[in-house]
């Protein structure tokens, strides 16, 4: 396992190098707005609880843009926030993240 402070996925938004998004020791989100200079904690994904049997952790991002990205869960749920990760929301069924 990661320390906590070590990026265990990162993305760079492809319309904007200075946009990042990252997840931190498998289970909380940051983004960065410069490059990567300075981090932002975004909320913690619903469901994400690595303590607790089975953990569920976060594999992977997708950056956007400033206020979008995706994310992947161990169990192979899909999570999406549109407003900077205040807020995420499951990805329903098969469809993709809407955007």
């Known amino acids: 396992t990661l320390p906590q402070g070590i990026p265990s996925s990162e993305s760079t938004a492809p319309s904007n190098a ?19 200079n300075t981090w932002i904690k975004t909320a913690v994904p619903p469901g994400v609880a690595p303590n607790y049997m089975p953990g569920l952790t976060l594999v992977a991002i997708r950056a956007v843009d400033s206020l979008r990205a995706v994310v992947q869960a161990s169990d192979g749920t899909t999570l999406y926030t549109t407003n ?6 499951r990805v329903q069924g098969n469809s993709a993240a809407p955007f």
Request: glycine share 20%; no cysteine; hydrophobic share 45%.
């Open 18 to 36: 200075l946009i990042r998004w990252r997840v931190i020791g498998w289970v909380s989100v940051e983004r960065s707005i410069d490059g990567g």
């Open 84 to 89: 900077g990760g205040v807020s995420w929301e």
